[in-house]
């Protein structure tokens, strides 16, 4: 089993920055991909960026050119920066893990989430 510990959420200014980290732990032999999706009040969860654990990575549309999704292999922790926060980007921050151990392959993992406010 894969723990998912996120931190980093606040109430931050249109503009602003903040830092997202998501720190993995438990038995598994590998971590595959990680991600950060968020929901907002009212609308479906969605995916901002992932990483693999080669470092490639994609991000949503939105997100591009503000948001950078980054991890350290040796901590099992991956990090989203978000830099030039507008308001339709409060949401919870869900992180998301794929590991594979006990026989099974692509086995998903989620954080409680961790709430970003922007606003003024």
């Known amino acids: 089993q894969v723990q998912l510990v996120e931190s980093g959420g606040d109430l931050v200014q249109p503009g602003g920055s903040l830092r997202l980290s998501c720190a993995a732990s438990g038995s598994f032999s590998s971590i595959n991909s990680m991600g950060w999706y968020r929901q907002a009040p009212g609308k479906q969860r969605g995916l901002v960026a992932a990483i693999t654990s080669d470092g490639s990575t994609n991000s949503a549309d939105s997100v591009k050119g503000r948001f950078t999704i980054s991890r350290d292999n040796a901590k099992n922790t991956v990090y989203l920066r978000l830099n030039s926060l507008k308001p339709e980007d409060t949401a919870v921050y869900y992180c998301?893990?794929?590991?594979?151990?006990?026989?099974?392959?692509?086995?998903?993992?989620w954080g409680k989430g961790t709430l970003v406010t922007v606003s003024s």
């Open positions: 998301n893990v794929v590991w594979t151990g006990h026989g099974y392959a692509g086995m998903n993992a």
